[in-house]
């Protein structure tokens, strides 16, 4: 294991690894515990028009996949609560148009997109710092909305009915988290791709609710379990000499089904 430290990508890999565990252990709480895995997975693919918006500009597809990942929650959120229109309907309406956008960004940009792959299926191997400082600012961001907003997010996502009865302005907390999902997207698509991104969004706290169904203690063991299983599926890709993002994954699945098949929920 420690030979490939020797290596200053591996080194990159690894500090992602952990960037990206803290992330989606945090927000992929919310995620599995509101049920919005399929709103995570729209936001994730709508977002691959900002990403054919960065080659089409010549600049970082990260840089201008945050934008439209933000502005793509909040439609969904906006959408998802018109009567006419069910929430379903309006993820996969965005859904297959951010990808659609992707495609005609990419098409219209000049010569050839390099890493293109890398964006629809991750590779985590070829993460460069300057993108390790992006993620360390959005996890920092996402951090501190949690911390000012902990027992906001807490009402909506067990309650939502009760806590729109108590006053808490739940539309406007949901369209937050929905942001906070968004952010959490782009820090994990360099990692896994925007195909695998709910993956990693859901697994370690899907995982992790098989033994404690706190909030608190749930986020603090998603994280932990994000970060030990990332680090295998990198570390077996690196040896075995496999796609890192799909080894990951898989990874994190065969972990879901033993624990699943193993251990019976708690309580606790």
């Given at each position: 294991m420690l030979e490939i430290l020797q290596y200053e990508f591996m080194r990159n890999a690894l500090m992602a690894?952990?960037?990206?565990?803290?992330?989606?252990?945090?927000v992929g709480t919310y995620v599995v515990v509101k049920r919005i895995v399929f709103i995570s997975g729209g936001i994730a693919h709508a977002a691959f028009g900002g990403i054919g918006l960065g080659y089409l500009l010549g600049v970082s597809p990260i840089l201008t996949a945050i934008p439209?990942?933000?502005?793509s929650a909040v439609a969904i959120g906006v959408l998802g609560h018109r009567e006419r229109i069910?929430?379903?309907?309006?993820?996969?309406?965005?859904?297959a148009?951010?990808?659609?956008?992707?495609?005609?960004?990419i098409g219209l940009a000049p010569g050839y997109a390099p890493d293109l792959l890398s964006y629809l299926f991750g590779n985590i191997l070829t993460v460069p710092v300057t993108?390790?400082?992006m993620m360390l600012a959005l996890d920092i961001v996402i951090l501190g909305t949690v911390a000012v907003f902990y027992q906001d997010f807490?009402?909506?996502?067990?309650?939502?009915?009760f806590a729109t009865v108590s006053g808490a302005p739940?539309?406007?907390?949901?369209?937050?988290?929905?942001c906070l999902v968004a952010l959490s997207v782009v820090v994990?698509?360099?990692?896994?791709?925007?195909?695998?991104?709910?993956?990693?969004?859901?697994?370690?706290?899907a995982i992790s609710r098989q033994f404690t169904s706190r909030l608190d203690r749930l986020m603090a063991l998603s994280v932990l379990v994000g970060m030990v299983l990332t680090v295998a599926g990198l570390w077996l890709s690196f040896v075995l000499d496999l796609a890192s993002g799909a080894t990951i994954v898989m990874v994190l699945g065969t972990a879901f089904l033993l624990t699943s098949s193993l251990h019976r929920p708690s309580t606790a």
């Open positions: 690894s952990v960037l990206v565990s803290i992330a989606c252990g945090v439209f990942s933000l502005v069910s929430e379903d309907t309006s993820i996969g309406i965005l859904w148009m951010g990808m659609a956008l992707g495609i005609i960004f993108d390790l400082y807490l009402a909506i996502s067990f309650d939502e009915e739940s539309r406007a907390l949901y369209m937050l988290l929905l994990l698509i360099r990692v896994v791709g925007v195909i695998l991104v709910v993956a990693l969004l859901t697994m370690p706290a």
